[in-house]
C-alpha cells in the first residue's frame, strides 16, 4: 500500500505513540487535583506546553489546547469577531480557498450581522498583503489568512500580512494546520496574533490541537465548565493526546530541514512525472508550495473514478478535500484559483510524507499515467475533446 493522502492525516510517529502509551499507563491522574498523582499529571502537561512553546516560537501561556485544528479556528475566530463587535467592528476579511472550519463559522457570523470579505485568489494559488491591505476598512475587526492551503499547497505570505494588520492594529489570525511541523515556523517573528494547529497532520494523535493567542487577548471560550486551560477551554485535560502531540511536534521540528529537503526533491520528481500526462496541469505554485504536496487537474476525467482505480493498485489519494468528498460539487479551492467546473472534477491530491520512497514515488507516476489514459479511453466527454467537439481547456 502506498499512503499518499497525508494532508488528511498521518500516521502515528513512534515517538508520539510511545509518549500515549507512557501517560496511559504511568500519568493518568486528573491535573486538577491536588495529591502527588495529579500534581505528576499537571506538570507533564506544562512540560508539553513548554516543549511545543519552544517548537512554535511563543511562550507557554500563549497555548491553549482544544480538541483540534476546527475548535482552534472556531475559537480565534468567535474572539476576535466578539471583541470587534463590543467596539462596533463587525467586518472580517478571509479568503475564498479557507478551510470549511474557517468559512462555516464565517458564515455563521455573517447571520449574525458580520459583514465578510472573501479575498480572490491568485491563479498560483497565493493571496497577497496588498490585497488585504486594500480591503481593509475602520471596522475591519479580524484578518483570517491561512498558512498553507489543504488541497494544493501553496504557502501565503503570512509574515508580510501580519505585519499588515500590526500597522493597522487588526487582529491577525492564520490557520497553520497544514504548515506547523512542516514549515519553520515563529510566532512572535511573523507579527501573528492567533494561529490554529492540528496534531494530525503532524504525525500526532487525532483529537487533539492548540489555538496559541498572542499575550493579552482574552479568548472566548467556546465550552464553559472547569478552570482548566486559564479558563478558555473547559474540560480535563487530554492529556495522553497532549504529551503525544508534544512528542511528534519536538520530531517534527528537529528533522523540519532534512525532512523538507527530501521531501520537496520527490514531490518535484512526482511533478515532473505527472507534467507528461496530456491535458494536465499542477494546481498552484510550483515552487511556493508544502514540500509534500502535489495537486493535479486532467481533462476528461472524473476525480472520483480516479480515485477507486488508484485504490485498486493500492494508492491512497485524494480528490479534493476529505470534507468535499462524498459531495459532488467541485472543489471550492480549485474554483477559487479559476478552475472551470469541468476540469475541477478531475483533480488529484498526492500528499507524501517523510517516509514515501523514491520507488513509490516512480509507482504513483506510472499507475495514474495508466489510469488516467484508461479512463479517457471511455469517456463520452474526452471523446468530444479529441474530435474537437468541445474546446480543450488546457494545453497539451
Ligand atoms: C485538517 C485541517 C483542519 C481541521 O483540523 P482537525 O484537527 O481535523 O479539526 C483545519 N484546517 C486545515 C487547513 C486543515 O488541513
Known sequence: MIYADNAATTKMSKAAMDAVCACMKDCWGNPSSLYEHGQKAKEALEDARERMAACLGCSAREITFTSGGSEADNQAILTAAYLGARKGKKHIISTAFEHHAV????????????????????????????????????????????????????????????????RHNVLFHTDAVQAVGHLPISFKDQNIDMLSLSAHKFHGPKGIGA???????????????????????????????????????????RNLEENASRMTRLRNRLIEGLDEIPYGELNGSRETRLPGNVNFCFEGIE???????????????????????????????????????????????????????????????????????????????????????????FQQ
Not at 126 to 131: D, E, F, G, L
Not at 225 to 234: D, V
Not at 304 to 328: F, N, P, R, V
Open 303 to 393: 476525480g472520483e473514478s480516479l480515485l477507486l482505480l488508484l485504490d485498486d493498485k493500492g494508492i491512497c489519494a485524494s480528490s479534493g478535500s476529505a470534507c468535499t468528498s462524498g459531495s459532488l460539487d467541485p472543489s471550492h479551492v480549485l474554483l477559487a484559483i479559476g478552475r472551470p467546473h469541468e476540469v475541477a472534477h478531475g483533480s488529484l491530491r498526492l500528499s507524501i510524507s517523510e517516509e514515501t520512497t523514491p520507488e513509490e514515488i516512480e509507482t504513483m507516476i506510472l499507475s495514474v499515467k495508466e489510469v488516467v489514459t484508461y479512463l479517457r479511453n471511455m469517456s463520452p466527454f474526452w471523446r468530444d475533446l479529441v474530435t474537437g467537439k468541445r474546446q480543450h481547456v
Open 103 to 166: 468559512l462555516h463559522v464565517l458564515e455563521k457570523l455573517e447571520k449574525e450581522g458580520f459583514e465578510v470579505t472573501l479575498l480572490d485568489v491568485h491563479q498560483d494559488g497565493i493571496v497577497s498583503a496588498k490585497q488585504v491591505e486594500e480591503a481593509l476598512r475602520e471596522d475591519t475587526c479580524l484578518v483570517t489568512v491561512m498558512y498553507a492551503n489543504n488541497e494544493i499547497g501553496t504557502i501565503q505570505p503570512i509574515t508580510e500580512i501580519g505585519e499588515v494588520c500590526r
Open 211 to 253: 489555538l496559541v493567542a498572542r499575550k493579552g487577548i482574552r479568548l472566548e471560550s467556546l465550552i464553559n465548565g472547569g478552570a482548566q486551560e486559564r479558563g478558555k477551554r473547559a474540560g480535563t485535560e487530554n492529556l495522553p493526546a497532549i504529551v503525544g502531540m508534544a512528542a511528534a511536534l519536538e520530531e517534527a521540528c
